[in-house]
DNA sequence: GTGAGTGCAAACGATTTGCACGGTG
DNA sequence: CACCGTGCAAATCGTTTGCACTCAC
């Protein structure tokens, strides 16, 4: 599909960037492929660590402008899970998340009807865009876990 | 139903608070009582707001752990629809919310199947007690309102 | 070369916490 | 009267911002 021989497809991020009129930079590569190998939810500092570990540092303040900026072009999707709790991944199949009240995971939920909103209210508020839907409970490893 | 003739059910409060086994004091009745007088959703320093205009002040410190005891028991709801975003409101009817792009208002979205989660996910990944919906979008006002 | 993007560090705002006093049970 | 809950203020933490420098285009 891609000509080239980039096993990590990082060339796409290039022109996803360039597509959304974003310029491409070391910096943004850097997150959203630190997003894509992580394959889950990241919080912003933990995208600022994982980068330092790998060697390629990027500080706190570019990391949020940087997540900002792909958020605003749609690249990234930001899920509020609490207060400070903002979490980012990569925008590719749309899913809903289920936090677990005990440990914290979050479990992604695929969305039964595919790739937009499936949920629509039955009454008329707006146009709705999106349905982020979050799932709350105890996760089944917390409950195999025993009662505490 | 209730003996007596508190024209403000304030007196539910006390009940209600002792059910759950937390102590009656002024501050948690003047929260809760505020958050049910306003109907809809406050943020904690809008509560905070409120109080010092009714001419009942509660510290602001103590306006956060009140409604972290309350919403513990189960008498509040939170939820956060961004981060520093989070608003409480009385846990009386199950709903959703509905939050505009642009003004950011927040619509109640009656759930459709009465009181209980009305979503399942179909994966097994643990037992549900809540299903959290925000739908973004535009509302009809700011659509009325123009493109701009 | 020019403006967008970055790094650094200080600023910010919501929420939390520590401690001494006061009210509830 | 023992303890939980409150008030006050400082601390914490995630996130934002200002400014000079650098790099993508």
């Known amino acids: 599909m891609v000509t ?3 096993d990590t497809e990082q060339q796409t991020w290039e022109d996803r960037l360039r597509a959304v009129g974003l310029r491409v930079t070391r910096p943004r590569v850097l997150v959203l ?3 894509r190998r992580h394959g889950g939810h990241r919080s912003a500092d933990e995208v600022v660590e994982a980068l330092r570990r790998r060697g390629t540092p990027v500080t706190r303040g570019t990391v949020y402008k940087v997540l900002a900026d792909v958020v605003a072009a749609g690249l990234v999707m930001v899920a509020d899970h609490g207060p400070g709790r903002a979490v980012y991944e990569i925008a590719d199949l749309w899913h809903h998340h289920f936090v677990c009240r005990r440990c914290g995971t979050i479990i992604d939920v695929p969305c039964m009807e595919g790739d937009k909103p499936c949920l629509r209210p039955d009454v008329a508020v707006g146009e709705i865009d ?3 839907v979050i799932f709350r409970g105890i996760c089944d490893a917390c409950r195999a876990g025993g009662p505490r």
Do not use: C, F, I, V
Request: charged residues 20%.
């Open 33 to 35: 492929d630190a997003l």
């Open 4 to 6: 080239g021989h980039a």
């Open 130 to 132: 999106e349905a982020q």
